[in-house]
């Protein structure tokens, strides 16, 4: 991560902030998502949804702000200025900018139609973001191309959980099928890996044998999260603790 702000990388990849990074771009980039789908219902919450997404938007820019070794010489400003279509950091800065603009808009400019399909295109890079980001570091077995599609569905997990607890009459037809899909895809994701190559399942035994237990416990959150559809601080708070933890993994050991 730090050579992408100008500074040769060290020997750590990422650091503790990091993790807080991929918890915050995950409610943010769901949360923006769940905000414009429930601007197009045209539902009362739509605003609030907005408000908070961009907050979360604003709070992981300033991470990312904090994580660079190079934060106070503005260096990875940079990313702002040019857009490279290989690049997942290019793809996240941007999408990450015009998500909290679109946000902020629609929150307080509701009747702007033509803003509502930006806002779903900008949210769902968000969450392709991480997984992108993941996916293009040669040489590290954890991080396949099946994070791609992992780290997207335990983002919006992330943010249908983060609404149920704290807004539990919303996203109720949304949560089991939401919950459902990324525990499933967090159960294949090992199956995957052990069907891969030797890199690939010497990665999995070694976060297995190191925290086995708390990724399984992680999937299983997911999982039972869905059970629970009419209890919705019960469901929302299992799949925040699984969605937190699958991702945090898979990020710390995949280094």
Same mark, same amino acid.
């Given at each position: 991560?730090?050579?992408?702000?100008?500074?040769?990388?060290?020997?750590?990849?990422?650091?503790?902030?990091?993790?807080?990074?991929?918890?915050?771009?995950?409610?943010?980039?769901?949360?923006?998502?769940?905000?414009?789908?429930?601007?197009?219902?045209?539902?009362?919450?739509?605003?609030?949804?907005?408000?908070?997404?961009?907050?979360?938007?604003?709070?992981?820019?300033?991470?990312?702000?904090?994580?660079?070794?190079?934060?106070?010489?503005?260096?990875?400003?940079?990313?702002?200025?040019?857009?490279?279509?290989?690049?997942?950091?290019?793809?996240? #800065?941007?999408? =990450?900018?015009?998500?909290?603009? /679109? !946000? %902020?808009? $629609? @929150?307080?400019?509701?009747?702007? +139609?033509?803003? &509502?399909?930006?806002?779903?295109?900008?949210?769902?890079?968000?969450?392709?973001?991480?997984?992108?980001?993941?996916?293009?570091?040669?040489?590290?077995?954890?991080?396949?191309?099946?994070?791609?599609?992992?780290?997207?569905?335990?983002?919006?997990?992330?943010?249908?959980?983060?609404?149920?607890?704290?807004?539990?009459?919303?996203?109720?037809?949304?949560?089991?099928?939401?919950?459902?899909?990324?525990?499933?895809?967090?159960?294949?994701?090992?199956?995957?890996?052990?069907?891969?190559?030797?890199?690939?399942?010497?990665?999995?035994?070694?976060?297995?044998?190191? #925290?086995?237990? =708390?990724?399984?416990?992680?999937? /299983? !959150? %997911?999982? $039972? @999260?869905?059970?629970?559809?009419? +209890?919705?601080? &019960?469901?929302?708070?299992?799949?925040?603790?699984?969605?937190?933890?699958?991702?945090?993994?898979?990020?710390?050991?995949?280094?």
């Amino acid at each position: 991560m730090s050579g992408v702000y100008g500074v040769p990388p060290s020997g750590e990849v990422w650091h503790g902030l990091t993790l807080v990074h991929f918890f915050l771009v995950g409610l943010a980039g769901g949360s923006a998502f769940l905000a414009a789908l429930s601007r197009h219902r045209g539902e009362g919450t739509a605003r609030n949804l907005l408000l908070v997404a961009a907050l979360f938007v604003a709070l992981d820019l300033a991470v990312l702000w904090l994580e660079s070794p190079a934060r106070f010489r503005f260096t990875h400003l940079w990313l702002f200025a040019t857009f490279r279509p290989a690049s997942a950091i290019s793809w996240g #800065a941007w999408g =990450l900018a015009a998500t909290l603009v /679109l !946000a %902020l808009a $629609l @929150a307080y400019k509701p009747q702007n +139609r033509f803003l &509502l399909p930006l806002l779903f295109l900008s949210s769902l890079v968000v969450l392709a973001y991480p997984g992108m980001l993941l996916s293009e570091n040669p040489g590290r077995p954890l991080w396949d191309g099946f994070v791609t599609g992992l780290m997207p569905l335990t983002g919006l997990a992330l943010a249908v959980a983060f609404w149920r607890v704290f807004l539990p009459g919303s996203l109720a037809r949304l949560a089991t099928p939401v919950f459902f899909t990324a525990g499933l895809a967090a159960l294949l994701y090992p199956w995957e890996l052990l069907h891969g190559d030797a890199g690939e399942r010497a990665a999995w035994a070694g976060l297995w044998q190191e #925290a086995g237990l =708390l990724y399984l416990a992680g999937t /299983l !959150a %997911l999982v $039972l @999260a869905g059970l629970f559809p009419k +209890r919705p601080g &019960l469901s929302g708070g299992l799949a925040l603790l699984g969605s937190a933890l699958v991702r945090s993994l898979i990020v710390l050991f995949g280094q």
